[in-house]
């Protein structure tokens, strides 16, 4: 397992989180696209988040369903790539995994496929509850 996700947790309706995915081997995020998806319950991986590498412009992209609450950052000192969740509904409710790209798949055109990406994470848990 090369990235490693962290801030996941139990959350009101309305709160916010920030997730983060660090890199457990020696490579730098910047060099790389990284996604974030989710999964609940067995259904298929939602592409929620992406950023591309920094000499391509750090192009970021969202899927409409988090356009709006979401968003994706990434510190270079820090080597790390975060998502900030705005405004939760249970509906997010989710296992959240980072993801790493060896392409730049993270175009801005609003498709954020679980194919484009290779290198999964364990992923953290967030359940939003009342």
């Known amino acids: 397992v090369n990235v490693v996700e962290s801030g996941g947790g139990l959350v009101q309706p309305g709160g916010s989180l920030t997730l983060s995915c660090s890199a457990s081997?020696?490579?730098?995020?910047?060099?790389?696209?990284v996604a974030w998806f989710r999964q609940d319950s067995g259904k298929p991986y939602e592409g929620l988040s992406c950023?591309?590498?920094?000499?391509?412009?750090?192009?970021?992209d969202y899927a409409s369903s988090v356009k709006d609450r979401f968003t994706i950052s990434r510190d270079d000192v820090q080597n790390v790539v975060n998502l900030r969740m705005s405004r939760l509904t249970p509906e997010d409710t989710a296992r959240y995994f980072c993801?790493?790209?060896?392409?730049?798949?993270?175009?801005?055109?609003?498709?954020?496929?679980?194919?484009?990406?290779?290198?999964w994470g364990q992923g953290t848990q967030v359940t939003v509850f009342s």
């Open positions: 081997t020696a490579f730098e995020f910047r060099y790389f696209s």
């Open positions: 950023i591309g590498p920094y000499d391509e412009g750090d192009t970021v």
């Open positions: 993801v790493r790209g060896f392409f730049n798949r993270c175009l801005g055109k609003g498709s954020i496929l679980s194919s484009d990406y290779a290198d």
